[in-house]
């Protein structure tokens, strides 16, 4: 069972065409965003659509954030089952290297994931 979940960990750092160019970055699984919505897919649709995320069809639950015009982060949230542990991966294009350093890319998916935490989840 652990080798099926390293494949598939090793499989999602490949990056795999969510669109054009997609990359995922190796240092942004969020544990926070993971212990605070799992089992609350509800609480993360409504903190990604605050924060202007738009759906796409992947993992359980998976939002597209534009952080600036050019550079879109995808939040992809796997809830995980009896097989499988929870998995929150952070994907951006490949050419967010043309527009921004290590260390900003870094800072920027670390505020956005600090703004989905402090995002109202409440309807009301």
């Known amino acids: 069972m652990q080798n099926v979940h390293n494949s598939l960990k090793a499989f999602l750092r490949r990056g795999f065409p969510l669109e054009k160019n997609t990359k995922q970055s190796n ?12 089992g609350d ?6 903190a990604a659509e605050s ?3 738009k759906s796409k069809d992947l993992a359980d639950l998976a939002y597209k954030i534009s952080a600036f015009p050019k ?3 995808f939040y992809l949230f796997w809830e995980g089952d ?3 542990e929870p998995l929150l ?3 951006f294009d490949r050419s967010v290297e043309k527009h921004l350093s290590a260390d900003a890319i870094w800072g920027l ?9 402090r995002a109202p989840v409440s309807p009301f």
């Open 82 to 84: 009896e097989e499988f």
């Open 51 to 53: 924060l202007g995320g």
């Open 89 to 91: 991966s952070v994907l």
């Open 41 to 46: 897919l509800l609480g993360f649709k409504r």
């Open 27 to 38: 240092f942004c699984t969020s544990l926070h965003l993971l212990e605070r919505f799992c």
């Open 109 to 117: 998916v670390n505020l956005t994931t600090e703004a989905l935490l």
């Open 71 to 73: 550079v879109p982060l």
